[in-house]
């Protein structure tokens, strides 16, 4: 399903029966009410002059009646400032996503509810999603949604590792950005959930940015070849990992949970145009309230 196409479709139809609301329906219906209690007042002259509450109440009913917006248009054009707020909200400043798998683990959970900034990244046209105004870049550490570049109408958030023009190289399940080790500290017991297996959660510093990862021992680091959905011809594989040159306006993305993630080691890179947004905060997660706020 194309939601932003369909919400782009219902503005639009809504929006037309909005104006024509304002400009025609409306008022033809004002006139034809004036008429209705024009002929009332004609009828009931003397009662009204007398100023009798139940005659003047019926006048002013019939006027109401008259005037009143059939089911039709309060179902188009009544509708349209409250779908016309969600289409800008959504299209051009946030959208809530759900994290539908564990592939972000220790950093984002399964049922996780997210927002993300639409307008980072800069301003794009909603269903083309072609950038209209460019505002800035993702960095390295961001954490990105993007349109899964083996299927466009599939969304995937993923973790900003490798910028236009970095050497990311996996060796050994720790990153090297331009032949510069990014640190990995401590290490703790994480237990995924959902898999009830247990991950080694540590600290990883990607540039000037900290964040969790999870690494599974039980995986090793380099990637099976049946298991690369597209190989691209910037990326060498080896016995302990891979190596890759990122091209110029693309990124390279890999999962927080390094051993159980689909990433840019299985499709390759993600072009700027691609990206949706920059996500900020869980504003929600119904199995665990206490996820809510925001995450590095």
Partial sequence: MNFPLILLILTLVTGVFWVLEKKRFLPERKARAEEIAREFEADNREAIDRGEKSVIDERNDLYAKAVRQPWWLEYTAGLFPVIAIVFILRSFLFEPFRIPSGSMLPTLHV????????????????????????LGTPERGDVVVFKYPMDESVDYIK??????????????????????EQKQTGSTDFVD??????????????GDKEHMIAIDGRRPSWVPPQGILKKAPECD?????????????HYFMMGDNRDNSEDSRYWGFVADENLVGRATVIWANFGNMGRIGSFR
Avoid at 194 to 203: A, G, P, Y
């Fill in 237 to 249: 594989y080896n016995s302990t990992g891979f190596v890759c040159r990122v091209p110029a306006g």
């Fill in 159 to 180: 973790r900003v590792v490798g910028l236009p023009g970095d050497t990311v190289e996996y060796r050994n399940k720790v990153l090297y950005i331009n032949g510069v």
């Fill in 111 to 134: 049922g996780d509810f997210i927002l993300v900034n639409k307008f980072d990244y800069g301003i794009r046209l909603p269903v083309t999603n072609t950038k209209i105004i460019p």
């Fill in 193 to 206: 959930t959902h898999s009830l297996v247990t991950l080694d959660q540590r600290e990883e510093k990607l």
